[in-house]
């Protein structure tokens, strides 16, 4: 289950995707391709290969963790609920994950931006995951009637460290470097959230059914990547088509 209170909609404000065209699928036979029975090739008409998959985990969901509060227990409640693992119980599909694949090559910047809220809101982050690529600004709003502090850090060097009075901000912060930031509060210590931030388009964050699609990889080997705040990383080298749809499927044990 997710933190209460959590709205799907606010998971990624504004998302906007770089210049790269879209291309059309129109599956017209299956083309078995690798021994991994989690990799199928479905071969496509068109040109454009799109990589498509699922994140999935079969196992005991973590039970979610009360954390007592000690202070602004007006707004933030007696106890917090913190949930990291949501699972989706028809497809066993993880929420929240973050794919991303190797292109092998450094991308040029595509000149437009993304913005990312970061709401402190009833003591939370929301969203708490999101991936954004290199020049996205973080918004960081506080919507609460308390005191909070944003403080978001990369390989434990810190990137912005910013006290919010209420109904502060927004503070904006452009997001110059690649790499998993944590984000947390000061001033409440169970406050937590993520933002990947990636040199290149080619990610994706998993939706309610752990699904991902990513596109516009050139052709050839890749390493894709799968990162998870409680269940880990995990990782699958694939060979990408020069068109079609390649199913890549992983599983945390
Ligand atoms: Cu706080």
């Known amino acids: ?12 404000w504004s998302i906007v995707w770089g210049s790269f065209a879209i291309w059309s699928l129109g599956c017209v036979l299956s083309v078995s391709h690798a021994t991994d029975p989690t990799i199928r090739n479905e071969a496509a008409s068109s040109a454009g290969p799109v990589v498509v998959g699922r994140v999935s985990y079969r196992g005991p969901v973590p039970t979610p963790i009360e954390v007592p509060v000690d202070r602004d227990s007006e707004v933030c409640g007696q106890m917090v609920t913190v949930a990291t693992v949501s699972v989706d119980a028809a497809t066993h599909g993880v929420r929240d994950a973050i794919v991303h694949i190797d292109s092998g090559q450094g991308m040029a910047d595509n000149g437009l931006r993304q913005v990312s809220v970061v709401q402190n809101r009833r003591c939370m982050f929301y969203p708490r995951v999101a991936a954004l690529r290199v020049g996205a600004e973080a918004e960081i709003r506080n919507d609460d009637p308390v005191m909070h502090n944003t403080n978001m850090s990369l390989h434990n060097g810190t990137v912005l460290n910013v006290a919010l009075v209420p109904g502060g901000g927004p503070v904006k912060k452009t997001l110059k470097r690649q790499g998993a930031h944590v984000v947390k509060c000061n001033v409440h210590k169970f406050m937590q959230a993520y933002r990947h931030v990636f040199s290149d388009p080619f990610f994706d964050q998993t939706n309610d059914s752990g699904q991902f699609r990513i596109q516009g990889l050139s052709p050839g080997p890749h390493t894709v990547s799968v990162w998870h705040e409680t ?7 694939i060979h990408v088509p020069s068109g079609g749809t390649l199913t890549v499927d992983f599983e945390f044990k």
């Open 1 to 12: 289950m997710v933190t209460s209170g959590f709205h799907p909609t606010l998971r990624v």
């Open 231 to 237: 269940l880990g990383e995990l990782y699958k080298e």
